[in-house]
């Protein structure tokens, strides 16, 4: 079986469990795990973790955070300075684009359409790789989570360290690990 389709076999079976109500928001996130060359055919199967979250009784938004540093630079009035010298945009992305990033992922979660039975999915996380560090982006939302946030996470998990990309330290994070590695 292919490691997607085994990613959302066990996706299904906990999205489809009763969900407890009464948790903190940082035990409402919930990392789907896959290595980081599988970052595609993830993508081509999102549909299929869609149809398994309504299947489960639940709501399903998107957020794709892909393009959001291009999307965030084409809005820079001094965009072209930047690119001519890039050093004068790291205390900006350090602190604005994160801004940006937490701002996007706020909006999302206000989304009409979610709920506390709903699932927002995000992914494209890659997209913020060398500019913000998501764990601190969802540490600020964490407070406003009421269903549950899926993120799709190009990279590892080894006992609640998470690495994105495989490239950089890991951070301790506490969201449930779905990695396709049940009963191995």
Not at 16 to 40: C, H, M, S, T
Not at 95 to 119: G, H, M, P, T
Request: charged share 25%; proline share 4%; aromatic share 12%.
């Amino acid at each position: 079986m292919a490691r997607i389709d085994e990613l959302a076999e066990q996706y299904e079976r906990h999205i489809a469990a009763p969900w407890q109500r009464n948790l903190a928001g940082a035990q409402r996130i919930i990392f789907v795990v896959y290595p980081k060359e599988d970052e595609r055919r993830l993508l081509v199967k999102l549909k299929e973790f869609e149809h398994r979250t309504k299947t489960a009784g639940h709501g399903w938004c998107e957020l794709d955070f892909t393009n959001v540093f291009a999307e965030w630079m084409a809005t820079q009035e001094y965009r072209e300075a930047y690119f001519r010298n890039p050093k004068q945009l790291i205390p900006k992305y350090d602190r604005e684009f994160k801004a940006a990033c937490i701002a996007r992922l706020r909006q999302a979660l206000k989304d009409q359409a979610l709920n506390d039975d709903s699932v927002l999915a995000v992914h494209g996380v890659a997209g913020l790789y060398g500019f913000t560090f998501l764990h601190e982006v969802l540490k600020a939302v964490e407070p406003e989570i009421s269903g549950r946030v899926v993120v799709f996470f190009p990279g590892s998990h080894d006992q609640n360290t998470y690495r994105l990309l495989d490239a950089r330290d890991g951070w301790n994070y506490m969201a449930t690990p779905i990695t396709g590695l049940a009963g191995k």
